[in-house]
């Protein structure tokens, strides 16, 4: 059994940064990739970014609406997944949620691929 527990939501001012962590515990050597989802009030869940575990190196992918904003990285020794978010915009207010797929061959955002999830973690922005 695989958990994941997000850390590091708040609320922040347009322009401010936050970092969300993402910590696996359990048979974590299974997650092949591992990502970062948000869901805001009415609107479907999205991905923000995906980064390959446990490979040589290291492959991300980003949401066209995060890039050069936001940035993926992992520890391995520790199972764990970091989302540094930079110039934060109101529209990025949202739950973000961590998760992990067992059966990715790379980092894709296709939501299905992805069978572990945490609670959830909130992201405020305000203009």
């Known amino acids: 059994q695989v958990q994941l527990v997000e850390s590091g939501g708040g609320s922040v001012q347009t322009g401010g940064s936050l970092t969300l962590s993402c910590a696996a515990s359990g048979y974590t050597f299974t997650n092949k990739c591992m990502g970062w989802f948000r869901q805001a009030p009415g609107k479907e869940r999205e991905a923000v970014a995906a980064?390959?575990?446990?490979?040589?190196?290291?492959?991300?992918n980003y949401a066209d609406s995060v890039k050069g904003r936001f940035t993926i990285s992992r520890d391995n020794a520790r199972s764990t997944v970091t989302l540094q978010m930079n110039s934060l915009k109101p529209e990025d207010t949202a739950v973000y949620y961590c998760?992990?797929?067992?059966?990715?061959?790379?980092?894709?955002?296709?939501?299905?691929?992805?069978?572990?999830w945490g609670q959830g973690t909130q992201v405020t922005v305000s203009s």
């Open positions: 980064i390959t575990m446990y490979t040589p190196k290291v492959i991300t």
């Open positions: 998760a992990a797929s067992t059966v990715c061959t790379g980092p894709e955002f296709v939501i299905q691929a992805y069978d572990r």
